[in-house]
């Protein structure tokens, strides 16, 4: 799991530093298009955190749950991970 995390933040730093690109780009009145391209690269990157951090948590966590016999509070969760993930 920490090595896990540290690829999480590792990609986090680097949406951060896309996000400032994002600032820059606004102030110095680049393309529109342009910046378009790049917002639509950052929303894909923070999906895809998201899709890894709820694999690890589907994968480890619910199952942790479901073994101590939740299953009505892991259930709440998948359907919740689930609407999440719609939106």
């Known amino acids: ?10 990609r986090l730093k680097i949406i951060e530093g896309q996000v ?3 600032q820059n780009m606004i102030e ?3 393309y529109c298009i342009d910046i378009i391209t790049q917002t639509s690269a950052v929303k894909q990157a923070l999906s895809g955190v998201e899709d890894a951090l709820m694999e690890s948590h589907l994968g480890t966590c ?3 749950q ?9 259930t709440k969760e998948i359907l919740k991970v689930y609407g999440l993930k719609r939106k």
């Open 1 to 10: 799991m920490h090595n896990n995390n540290q690829k999480l933040i590792r």
């Open 62 to 64: 619910l199952v942790h």
């Open 20 to 22: 400032r690109g994002l």
């Open 28 to 30: 110095e009145g680049k």
């Open 66 to 74: 479901i073994q101590k016999g939740q299953t009505e509070k892991a």
